[in-house]
């Protein structure tokens, strides 16, 4: 069974940066496609950023396109995204996933999930 474990969650204030980092331990990892997405207490678990098994093509949902980035190293088997300008509405629990389909923002479209990582943002 694939795991995925996050870190690199915490408390920040407006306007700064945090790194999270998805190390995954599927043997598929190199072909599959990753994404992040987020849950914000009372709310849906939404799409926040996706990236294909080559890290050739990149996703993202409108809002964090111009402050996030998200990457990927094979090699080490793991996801990174980058977060900069970070605003209080951008607190939640981020979740790494991966799957067979680039691109998807279905939950459901996803075969692995992590426990995700709580990200703070104070005012």
């Known amino acids: 069974q694939a795991q995925l474990v996050e870190s690199g969650g915490g408390e920040v204030q407006t306007g700064g940066s945090l790194t999270l980092s998805c190390t995954a331990s599927?043997?598929?990892?190199?072909?599959?496609?990753m994404a992040w997405f987020r849950q914000a207490p009372g709310k849906e678990r939404e799409f926040v950023a996706a990236?294909?098994?080559?890290?050739?093509?990149?996703d993202y949902t409108d809002g964090v396109r111009a402050r996030w980035t998200i990457s990927r190293d094979n090699d080490k088997k793991i996801v990174y995204h980058q977060m900069s300008n970070l605003k209080p509405e951008d607190t939640a629990v981020y979740y790494c996933?991966?799957?067979?389909?680039?691109?998807?923002?279905?939950?459901?479209?996803?075969?692995?999930w992590g426990q995700g990582t709580q990200v703070t943002v104070s005012s």
């Open positions: 599927q043997h598929t990892f190199s072909r599959d496609a």
């Open positions: 996933a991966g799957g067979k389909i680039y691109g998807t923002d279905l939950v459901e479209e996803y075969d692995f």
């Open positions: 990236i294909s098994w080559n890290g050739g093509s990149r």
